[in-house]
């Protein structure tokens, strides 16, 4: 370890002294250089006897705390320290081949973990974190519970109020989240809220679509590459991961890595270190991994479709969305903003929803979750006007209040339509120009650019919010759509 002070790192909060539990005395004495140069008062333990002493004098709220102990258990101790004060953060230490303590120990009250070997930056920075959490713990417990919208998220459900006060409590660690839902459930809303109320909110934010990216190209834009690195290799590229460098990577769709490019991210993981293509060294990136899947991972690990240890690396902290259908009267809230913002964006009238509509939105399915509800507002705006959302402008499976029907168990969904479950998708429109027109006469009137959109959107809304299977559909590249619907993005940011 090096002993300099990182750049960049703003006067260490004010939490009392940092209670250090390390039993190895070198490393307990290299510890203690560092957070004593860095300018915290540090109360050393090398037993867990001797911790369990220091701790009861009640001047240490933040706990570095090595789960190996010669006369403890290191999670019995954790625990022990945070029932007899719940303010207390405690950041465990363990070895590289102990992931799943440290997951243990996360489920167990433990704010953050380091890994051996850890760096200086890392140390301190798990550190700082920890003081401003301990230090603000009196105001964040007098704060008042969180209103209907929350960092992207609109809903004061139970459910979602539950979502943000873990979001909350995990902000200023540096813990990998693993969020899971269904598609549609607002995953990389959830990511960006975990990035807004961390300590590097001021830091980049960057997505990575793992779904959305050709297999052979996935390294590559995850940890860059030098030119000439292969074929193609025309420029240096920063990858995604350098590019989150002081902030949050999101990694979705992370199921769909290869078990190759599972093995590179979790030594990236282990060791904070990126290698890009065609690189002869590694580099250092202090970067906070939150990722996210619509599968059930740990099936995904008993299929051996993704790597165990790695699923222990990244199921940390857990967040599970709820869908559509559990948040009860949200869909109502979230339909009204939608209403409110595509009516801005159209330039139309809408106000609100009818009681027919109400009663419609709260009665129905939401297989697409959230992003079918925004996509049947859209639709509401684009094609229609007036001051009151009427049954007669919605899409027609929302009126019909049709069930859907899951196709060859994948994560898709489509209207049901009297046939079996499990049988082949259904083709949209009628086959053949006759069929195509007489669908196209609905929209008459409609700009070209509008209407493309529609039809994107509701494949995708039938795809269940599945990009890949909706290009496929399509007959075009994933990354064509995923272009389109950031384009359409930026230009409802700029509206």
């Not at 190895?24 to 915290?40: C, D, F, H, I, Q």
């Not at 959490?133 to 105001?139: P, V």
Request: hydrophobic share 45%; with cysteine.
């Amino acid at each position: 370890m090096t002993h300099a002070r990182p750049s960049g790192f703003a006067a260490r909060p004010d939490a009392g002294p940092v209670l250090l539990v390390e039993d190895t005395p070198s490393l307990s004495m290299v510890y203690e250089t560092v957070l004593r140069k860095a300018g915290y008062d540090v109360r050393a333990a090398l037993t867990g006897a001797d911790a369990r002493a220091e701790f009861a004098r009640g001047a240490a709220r933040v706990v570095l705390l090595d789960l190996i102990l010669p006369d403890a258990d290191g999670i019995d101790l954790l625990r022990e320290m945070t029932r007899a004060d719940p303010g207390a953060k405690v950041i465990v230490i363990t070895a590289n081949g102990s992931i799943n303590r440290a997951v243990d120990a996360m489920r167990g009250g433990a704010f953050d973990f380091l890994v051996k070997p850890f760096d200086d930056k890392r140390l301190l920075s798990a550190v700082a974190n920890a003081a401003a959490a301990a230090g603000g713990a009196a105001e964040a417990a007098a704060a008042p519970p969180a209103g209907s919208r929350f960092h992207g998220f609109v809903g004061s459900s139970p459910a979602m109020q539950a979502v943000y006060e873990k979001v909350r409590s995990i902000g200023r660690s540096t813990a990998t989240v693993f969020v899971t839902g269904e598609s549609g459930s607002g995953k990389e809303v959830c990511a960006q809220a975990i990035h807004a109320v961390s300590n590097r909110a001021s830091g980049p934010f960057v997505p990575l679509n793992c779904g959305a990216i050709p297999k052979d190209l996935l390294e590559s834009e995850v940890f860059g590459h030098l030119r000439g690195a292969f074929t193609g290799a025309v420029a240096d590229k920063q990858g995604a991961a350098a590019a989150a460098d002081g902030g949050t990577l999101f990694m979705d769709e992370i199921c769909e890595l290869s078990l190759d490019l599972q093995a590179k991210l979790l030594r990236f993981l282990q060791t904070s270190t990126i290698q890009p293509v065609g690189a002869a060294t590694p580099r250092k990136v202090d970067v906070r991994i939150v990722c996210a899947t619509n599968r059930d991972p740990a099936e995904e690990v008993r299929r051996g479709r993704f790597r165990e240890d790695l699923f222990y690396r990244l199921h940390v902290v857990p967040i599970h969305l709820p869908p559509l259908r559990e948040r009860g009267e949200d869909v109502l809230e979230i339909a009204q903003t939608f209403l409110e913002q595509f009516s801005r964006e159209e330039g139309k009238r809408f106000k609100r929803l009818g009681e027919e509509v109400r009663r419609l939105f709260l009665s129905h399915p939401w297989p697409g979750n959230v992003r079918q509800l925004q996509n049947a507002i859209r639709h509401v705006a684009v094609l229609h006007d007036g001051e009151e959302v009427t049954p007669a402008m919605l899409p027609p499976e929302i009126v019909s209040g049709q069930a859907p029907t899951p196709v060859d168990g994948a994560q898709g969904w489509f209207p049901a339509t009297g046939r079996a479950p499990g049988a082949a998708a259904p083709a949209a429109p009628p086959a053949g120009p006759e069929g195509l027109r007489a669908h196209a006469r609905a929209m008459v009137g409609a700009r070209l650019a509008d209407v493309e959109r529609e039809v994107i959107e509701a494949t995708i809304e039938a795809c269940g919010g599945s990009v890949p299977k909706a290009a496929r559909m399509l007959d075009v590249s994933a990354s064509t759509l995923y272009r389109k619907r950031e384009a359409w993005a930026r230009a409802r940011d700029k509206a």
